[in-house]
């Protein structure tokens, strides 16, 4: 059996008396995008959380490469190859852009700091806007912004897999279709992501596979190209057309063009 | 002029002990209360060394240095950092436990005895524009510059240092990036204990005598300077203590002790007033609040 990168064994967590996390399997497989969906509350930041290590997990495992690191400490599991961005993205808004993804690549530079200066050009290079606004303290930058240097200040530090936890939310439809060209470039060289995300469209775009969350339960899990309207509509709490609407084109989501029916997506907020 | 000088050194080591509440604050949003009271307790180790065993008063301070480190370590691993969830006001009053308990300590073994350490050098200065600076006061700003120049240049340059800060404004993204969130509290604890120290082998030339709980004015001026400056901003901190110290001596030239008991602590409070009043954040303190 050839194991996952990351796998989740009967995880359960919480905080006080409360359980919010009843026993979650999840498997994301090198080079692949899963994508873990569900309405507010439904515990998908306090999964990846607990996958980071911030939240102490009661029971069950957590491995990546094949190593369990389920008592690791979150800067230990950095190191062996995990990258985070933070629901709501959390820049350190007193550091300079730059200063930021110095701090991203603090496992990196530490192994090795002349990789950080090809990784630096590369981020620039994806990201014109952070290069432009490098000396510029990262509280000065726009929503999208923000979201970009999150995103590249989880890409900086050469991982195996980044968890990103809802990274259109809040931006203008514009900003996510970047994102989104971002993010299908970033997949396209075969980076493992884990992905949560309200917007529903961005996500099944994005997604090889989906991980629908119920109440701290996985209630389906599997390709998003079989992923059903029924599904969709009863976890997800969208509507049935939507739903139809959404669902259908999974099959050809790599050649489908960017733009169609964004009006629908089913939850684009602005700024 | 006079005034202004002796206001200056005596406000540089208001800015060491705002430097200390400044960083401890920017990390944790805990007022450390305890932040002259350290290095008061230790600096018995300065008396113990050079006056019962005859070294050189630089190994009494490093000793005095190293000891206040240790407590500041001491308390980060067995306090704080079983408190990293716990309400910041309650941390706060920890502090005011560890004092309570450096100046139970001093009471215990000092009280009722007046101690004289030995001069850091040679008695005697120079005179500048008319005003004496004696060799003590100038080691002060000399000591003074290079310590708030090279934690300045730690925390912007190398990458602890920047952890450091990011660590500052979002502890758990800044462990989410890979960054060592026990050594950065320790080494946060550590620092705030040796500044504590440092600041008061520096003021006890000019105060003269070694008392428990000597050096509380000490802390309120250096609280002043931190509040002043914005509480979470070490520049701030820093021109918040030369601001307070030449303020300080401005009233102390200007207004008789008869007139107003204690002038410069009611000075102080003023001051702290005026600025809670009129631009509460600081002079140089951000604007934005934390993110929860
Ligand atoms: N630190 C905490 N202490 C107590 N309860 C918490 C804590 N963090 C999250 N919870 C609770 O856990 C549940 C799941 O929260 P979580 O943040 O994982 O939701 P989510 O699925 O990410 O929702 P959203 O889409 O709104 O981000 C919620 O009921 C929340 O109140
Ligand atoms: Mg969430």
């Excluded at chain 1, 950080?116 to 050009?121: F, G, H, N, V, W």
């Excluded at chain 1, 075969?190 to 994005?206: A, K, S, Y």
């Excluded at chain 2, 005095?64 to 309400?87: D, N, Q, Y």
Aim: net charge positive; proline share 4%; glycine share 12%.
């Amino acid at each position: 059996m050839s194991a996952a990168l990351l796998e989740v064994r009967g995880l359960r967590a919480g905080f006080g008396a409360q359980t919010i996390l009843h026993g979650v399997d999840l498997d994301v497989p090198e080079g692949k995008v899963v994508g873990i969906f569900g309405l507010n509350g439904a515990g998908k930041s306090v999964l990846l959380k607990v996958i980071a290590g911030v939240v102490p997990a009661w029971s069950g495992s957590v491995c990546l490469a094949g190593e369990d690191v389920t008592r690791t400490s979150p800067e230990r599991r950095v190191q062996r190859g995990m990258a985070h961005v933070p629901q709501g993205r959390q820049v350190f808004g007193s550091l300079t852009v730059e200063q930021n993804l110095r701090v991203g690549a603090y496992a990196l530079r530490r192994r090795d700091k002349s990789r950080y200066d090809e990784r630096l050009a590369q981020v620039y290079e994806t990201f014109p806007k952070l290069a432009e606004r490098r000396r510029q303290p990262a509280v000065t930058l726009s929503g999208g912004e923000q979201a970009m240097l999150a995103v590249g200040r989880a890409l900086i530090g050469d991982p195996k897999i980044v968890l990103i936890d809802e990274p259109s939310a809040g931006l203008a439809p514009s900003v996510v279709e970047d994102l989104l060209g971002v993010l299908l470039a970033v997949r396209s060289l075969g980076l493992t992501m884990l992905l949560v995300e309200q917007n529903i469209r961005f996500g099944l775009r994005l997604s090889d596979s989906a991980c629908l969350l119920q109440r701290g339960r996985v209630v389906y899990s599997g390709d998003t190209a079989s992923l059903d309207q029924e599904r969709l509509g009863t976890y997800l709490g969208v509507g049935r057309l939507l739903a139809d609407d959404l669902t259908k084109g999974l099959g050809a989501k790599s050649t489908q063009p960017r733009r169609a029916s964004r009006r629908k997506a089913a939850t684009v907020s602005s700024t | 002029m006079q005034v202004l000088v002796v206001g200056l050194i005596a406000g540089s080591i208001y800015a060491l002990i705002a430097l200390g509440i400044a960083l401890v604050y920017k990390a944790t949003r805990v007022l450390n209360f305890a932040q002259a009271e350290i290095g008061t307790g230790t600096l018995y180790f300065t008396w113990w060394l050079c006056t019962r065993h005859h070294l050189p008063w630089i190994v009494g301070a490093l000793a005095s240095i190293a000891a206040a480190t240790a407590i500041g370590l001491v308390f980060e691993a067995l306090v704080i950092r079983k408190m990293m969830t716990a309400p910041r006001v309650t941390v706060t009053v920890a502090t005011i436990g560890l004092f309570s308990f450096v100046l139970a300590l001093e009471l215990a073994f000092f009280a009722g005895t007046i101690y004289l350490v030995p001069p850091p050098i040679h008695p005697g200065g120079v005179r500048i524009g008319g005003v004496f600076v004696s060799w003590s006061q100038w080691l002060a700003l000399g000591v003074v510059g290079l310590v708030a120049l090279g934690l300045a240049a730690f925390l912007r340059y190398t990458d602890f240092g920047l952890a450091v800060q990011a660590s500052a404004d979002d502890p758990v993204a800044a462990q989410l990036m890979g960054t060592p969130r026990a050594r950065i509290s320790a080494f946060t604890w550590g620092m705030a204990g040796a500044l504590s120290a440092l600041a008061v082998l520096l003021i006890e030339p000019t105060v003269g005598v070694l008392s428990p709980g000597a050096f509380n004015g000490l802390f309120i001026g250096g609280l002043t300077a931190a509040l002043v400056g914005g509480l979470n901003s070490l520049p701030g901190a820093f021109i918040g203590g030369l601001a307070v110290g030449v303020v300080e001596a401005e009233v102390k030239a200007h207004l008789s002790f008869n007139v107003i008991p204690s002038s410069n602590v009611t000075a102080m409070l003023v001051i702290v007033l005026g600025v809670l009043l009129l631009r509460p954040q600081g002079l140089l303190g951000a604007t934005a609040g934390r993110r929860a």
